[in-house]
């Protein structure tokens, strides 16, 4: 199933985002959704994660600056980003992994992709 984003743009550092995805794997019992970014000239890097349990997962590099969430009803999954940094500039994905209740690492275990939204954040 095609996943779409938005919520991408531009912002100063210190700025804040919020990506959204859907839909979301709320309705099933068992899956991970997750968001991964990739830098030009970077390898596509997993940002945060959310199982069916609703155990969530974060990259050390925003730990505490973003969080990832899901509303049930809206089928939506969300990833709320505050205190942005240059170095957060990336194209961001979200993903969904059907085969179980956990989160690999690997982004190439995720069955479903989106195309992509763009964050960009300026010094």
């Known amino acids: 199933v095609q996943l779409v984003e938005s919520g991408g743009g531009s912002v100063q550092s210190g700025g804040s985002l919020r990506l959204s995805c859907a839909p979301s794997r709320s309705t099933y019992s068992s899956y991970c959704m997750a968001w991964f970014r990739q830098a030009p000239d970077k390898e596509r890097e997993g940002v945060a994660a959310?199982?069916?349990?609703?155990?969530?997962s974060y990259a050390d590099s925003v730990k505490g600056r973003f969080t990832i969430s899901q509303d049930k009803a809206k089928n939506t999954l969300y990833l709320q980003m505050n205190s942005l940094k240059p170095e957060d500039t990336a194209m961001y994905y979200c993903a969904a992994f059907d085969s179980g209740s956990w989160c690999p690492t690997a982004y190439y275990e995720y069955n479903d992709w989106g195309q992509g939204t763009q964050v960009t954040v300026s010094s």
């Open positions: 959310i199982d069916s349990d609703g155990s969530t």
